[in-house]
């Protein structure tokens, strides 16, 4: 799998979109962009996925750069609740998560 | 609809005891994963399933841990014995099959094991 690069931690205010960077520079052509986060206490939750389009749920927004060797994972509009552990990571379709360090991401009133 | 059961969600024991961890999937998942978590880190996995067969157990070390899904449906990991540096939070996931388009996991909310 291709190795990602995040920053090691973020803050943001509430109410503000939280856009969080990812570095993959060593993507290959079939390998998707996933984000999952952990909030403490807690086991990682999926948020959004993503090939070379970008992508938007009800959690999420995900920007994929042209060549894609990164993107950027945005919470239009952060709540006290999403402050957790933001982590990128680049996979073969069904092939294994590799989870790096993550973003940790406070989230302040 | 159930999420991903673990049990117990804490456990302390001594080093050289033996510990079991048990996992429940969410209904209809053939593909369960038990992970390691340490502290600051990210996940890292151990074994995989696909029904009841171990697909990807190439870290899990096998000196001291085992796991089996006898009847593909829940799961247990075990370690015997304990070591100090097997303190983590050992987490369960579980996703409708491998090989898919892509692959949403769903966690448990782990185990904290903390040997003394």
């Known amino acids: 799998d291709a190795k990602t690069t995040q920053p090691t931690s973020m803050d943001c205010a509430e109410g503000r979109a939280a856009n969080l960077p990812c570095n993959h520079s060593?993507?290959?052509?079939?390998?998707?962009v996933y984000w999952y986060r952990q909030i403490h206490s807690q086991g990682p939750q999926y948020i959004i996925h993503?090939?070379?389009n970008n992508e938007t749920n009800e959690m999420a927004s995900l920007i994929i750069t042209e060549d894609r060797k990164s993107s950027t994972l945005i919470l239009p509009h952060a709540t006290l609740r999403d402050t957790a552990v933001y982590y990128c990571?680049?996979?073969?379709?069904?092939?294994?998560?590799?989870f790096g360090g993550g973003t940790r991401l406070m989230v302040k009133p | 609809e159930a999420g991903v059961v673990q049990s117990p969600r804490y456990k302390i024991i001594e080093k050289k005891q033996p510990v079991a961890f048990w996992c429940n999937p969410i209904?209809?998942?053939?593909?369960l994963y038990w992970y390691l978590q340490n502290l600051g880190q990210g996940p890292e996995l151990l074994i995989r399933?696909?029904?009841?067969?171990?697909?990807?157990d190439s870290q899990l070390p096998k000196d001291r841990f085992s796991a089996e899904r006898l009847k593909g449906v829940d799961s247990t990991l075990k370690i015997q014995p304990a070591e100090l540096g097997d303190s983590a939070v050992y987490l369960c996931?579980?996703?409708?099959?491998?090989?898919?388009?892509?692959?949403?996991?769903?966690f448990g909310p782990g185990t904290r094991l903390t040997v003394l």
């Open positions: 993503g090939l070379k």
């Open positions: 209904s209809g998942h053939n593909t």
């Open positions: 996931a579980s996703s409708l099959r491998g090989g898919a388009l892509y692959n949403e996991q769903f």
């Open positions: 399933y696909e029904n009841e067969e171990a697909v990807d």
């Open positions: 990571i680049v996979s073969d379709a069904g092939n294994m998560l590799t």
């Open positions: 060593t993507i290959s052509g079939n390998e998707y």
